[in-house]
């Protein structure tokens, strides 16, 4: 099998190669954190799991961990196999064939780029209600929108290393003032640090409370898988991805646990205050110690920016690597002669995103933070259907290619354990009976994945060498030339 792998990857052009051990492990992680945005995942979906859980809300983030470390298993082995800026297009690719593969290109592109422009809609009007609020002049979402989205395709044309290092700064600012934050709401309120959040006896409703949040819980991980994009860049991704992979969900599910205990304890354990706030974090910030809530607002920004970048840097790749191999057009997979960068795919991803958010804003009449709500669940459906089907393909791979590797446990038990977890979440996007648009967002989803699997049943049909070329850039050239 690898001198297989070998035999296709010498045929590349080493002009159609990102450049090779760039980022080292500390870099992707961090990337990664960054990608997730905890400030802004967590500042706008942390009351919904509240008001669907109760004081023991926490539970529903460790339970929301616990299913990710489940894909995590299965991204981390398919990197250990074939580490591949494509990502989870050539992991089905390799294990269902090409027509798979080239439609999960299109239907996980859908996806992300509906879930990223809930990061550019977000960006705007946070930034410019900070400006508005701390520095009393006004300036338009919309304009904020354009100059933060420009200001990040030019930073991450202009070199991986150079991106990632702005993105842990950003990262690094925004987990700093939160841990400020979280620490200033418990000593505001000593008396009621207890081990309430923690306890079953808090979940209201039990199980079915545990459930309402829990698709919010996981869509709070979702860019948790992004260092896999990053394998070409990364410095032995054999190894390194695997360990960011774990690393990041763990550091980011901790994170997130810490975040909802303090803020909890902002609101003296108090489950109907803590419901009814919008923003609790912020509010609870803002009644322990109101002269530093200018803090929760960077916060924000930094989350913002950081995310942003994050995201075009990884996601944007999946897109440069389908147009390099021949599931999407050719021009997505061209690499900027001087920085080496997927410039063409960044720059397609980021402005079909700015584009979306500014028709439904300015013409469509949707506010940013409506818009926010509902791209972001329309954009997830996508992504968890992808992520049930990376882990029904590991088996089939495994089973196909590396049969004398076989781990029961890893390659099996634990991939098909995380398929059926993953049925909650997306029952809680697509279950009936819900209001509008949500209610059409089912059906949305529906098409875009039949118009996606006839795209990848024509496409290799009429591109008979496709299947060969997926997979054919795999991150480690040097290993498979041994």
């Given at each position: 099998?690898l ?6 990857n ?5 002009e159609?190669r990102l450049?090779?051990?760039t980022?080292?492990?500390s870099?992707?992680v961090v ?7 905890p400030?802004m ?8 799991i509240?008001r669907?859980a ?7 983030i460790?339970t ?7 894909l ?6 398919f ?12 992991f089905?690719?390799?294990?269902f064939?090409?027509?798979v ?15 990223a422009?809930?990061?550019?809609s977000v960006?705007?009007v946070?930034i ?13 979402w919309s304009f904020?929108t354009?100059?933060?989205s420009?200001?990040?395709g030019?930073?991450v044309m ?7 290092f ?14 400020i934050?979280s620490?200033?709401?418990m000593?505001?309120?000593?008396r009621?640090l207890?081990v ?6 808090n979940?209201?409703?039990g199980l079915?409370?545990?459930?309402t ?6 869509y709070?991980f979702i ?5 896999a ?5 990364t410095?032995n991704?054999?190894r390194?991805?695997p360990?960011?992979?774990l690393?990041?969900t ?8 810490f975040?909802?205990?303090?803020t909890?304890a902002?609101?003296k354990?108090d489950?109907?205050a ?7 974090f912020?509010?609870?910030l803002?009644?322990?110690a109101p ?7 960077i916060?924000g920004?930094t989350?913002?920016l950081?995310?942003?970048i ?10 440069f690597n389908?147009g390099?191999?021949?599931?999407l057009p050719?021009f997505?997979?061209?690499?900027h ?7 063409s795919?960044?720059?397609v991803?980021l402005?079909?995103?700015v584009s979306l958010v ?6 469509g009449?949707?506010?940013p933070?409506e818009?926010?709500?509902f791209?972001?669940?329309?954009g997830?459906?996508p992504?968890?259907l992808t992520?049930?089907l ?6 089939i791979?495994?089973f ?6 076989l781990n ?7 991939p098909?354990?995380g398929?059926?977890?993953m049925i ?12 509008w648009?949500?209610n059409?967002?089912p ?5 875009i994945?039949v118009l996606?699997?006839?795209?990848g049943m ?15 850039y795999?991150a480690?050239?040097s290993?498979?030339?041994?």
């Open positions: 099998m001198a297989r792998e070998a035999e296709i010498a045929k590349v052009g080493e159609m450049r090779q051990n980022l080292s492990p870099h992707i990337s990664t954190l960054a990608t997730i945005a400030a995942s967590f500042f706008f979906g942390f009351a919904v509240v669907g109760g004081l023991a809300a926490p539970l529903t460790v929301a961990m616990v299913v990710i470390l489940f995590t298993n299965t991204i981390a082995e990197s250990r196999f074939t580490p591949s800026t494509g990502s989870f297009v050539t089905t690719g390799k294990a064939g090409p027509s593969g080239a439609g999960v290109s299109v239907f996980l592109i859908f996806g992300y780029i509906v879930s422009s809930t990061v550019v960006a705007g946070w410019a209600e900070t400006i508005k609020m701390f520095l009393g002049f006004s300036i338009h904020v354009v100059l933060i420009f200001a990040t030019w930073l202009r070199g991986v290393a150079l991106s990632t702005w993105s842990g700064v950003f990262f690094y600012f925004e987990a700093g003032l939160l841990v934050g620490i200033l709401m000593l505001a309120h000593p009621f207890t309430a959040p923690f306890q079953y006896s979940l209201v409703g079915a409370g545990l459930g949040g829990f698709p919010l819980a996981v709070l860019g948790w898988e992004n260092s994009s990053l394998a070409e860049e410095e991704p054999r390194n991805i360990r960011a992979l690393t990041g763990l550091a980011i599910g901790i994170f997130y646990i975040l909802a205990y303090a909890a902002g609101f354990m489950a109907h803590l419901g009814g706030s919008q923003l609790p912020i509010d609870g803002k009644a322990a002269r530093l809530l200018v803090l929760a607002y916060a920004v989350s913002i950081g995310s942003l994050g995201l075009v840097n990884s996601q944007a790749r999946i897109l389908s390099r191999e021949g599931l050719e997505l997979g061209k690499i002669p001087q920085h080496q960068t997927p410039h795919a960044m720059w991803f402005l079909i995103a500014l028709g439904f804003g300015l013409l009449g949707v506010a933070m818009y926010f709500g791209a972001g669940t329309l997830g459906i992504i968890i992520y049930m990376t882990n029904l393909a590991l088996p791979y495994v196909r290619h590396r049969r004398s590797e029961i446990f890893r390659h099996i038990l634990l098909v354990v398929a059926s977890i909650l979440p997306l029952w809680g996007l697509i279950q009936p009976g819900q209001p648009p949500f059409v967002f059906w949305i989803a529906l098409m994945l996606s699997a006839i795209y024509v496409i290799s049909r009429i591109s008979p060498g496709l299947a060969a070329r997926i997979g054919a795999v480690d050239q290993y498979l030339s041994e």
